[in-house]
């Protein structure tokens, strides 16, 4: 099992930057999936940015391309999300989510373990 707490939302004007963090504990020493999701009132909860462990695979949400980038640091524990250019449109709540094998790098449900977010809120 895997542990995930977001950090690092809060509230800009458009066109701001924020980074968000997901501090992983628990069985960190493999794999994993890891994502960036976010659900606004009313909306589903969709897809940012994930990639994988280890590697220089990444994949990304049309609506964030060129904007948000997604990192990990070298011991694997913690990923980023940097957010540029933000719009009033990514206000959400963000969540960090982990999986060991997922089929859609960018589909909720196919991940098992969650964090409790974070709000990140874009005036225009």
């Known amino acids: 099992q895997v542990q995930l707490v977001e950090s690092g939302g809060g509230s800009v004007q458009a066109g701001g930057s924020l980074r968000l963090s997901c501090a992983a504990s628990?069985?960190?020493?493999?794999?994993?999936?890891m994502g960036w999701f976010r659900q606004a009132p009313g909306n589903e909860r969709e897809g940012v940015a994930a990639?994988?462990?280890?590697?220089?695979?990444?994949y990304y949400a049309d609506s964030v391309k060129g904007r948000f980038t997604i990192s990990q640091d070298n011991a694997k524990i913690t990923l980023y999300l940097q957010m540029d250019n933000l719009k009033p449109d990514d206000t959400a709540m963000y969540y960090c989510?982990?999986?060991?094998?997922?089929?859609?790098?960018?589909?909720?449900?196919?991940?098992?373990?969650w964090g409790q977010g974070t709000q990140v809120t874009v005036s225009s």
């Open positions: 990639l994988y462990t280890g590697s220089k695979i990444t």
């Open positions: 628990g069985n960190t020493n493999r794999r994993y999936y």
């Open positions: 989510a982990a999986d060991p094998v997922v089929a859609r790098m960018l589909a909720p449900s196919d991940y098992k373990y």
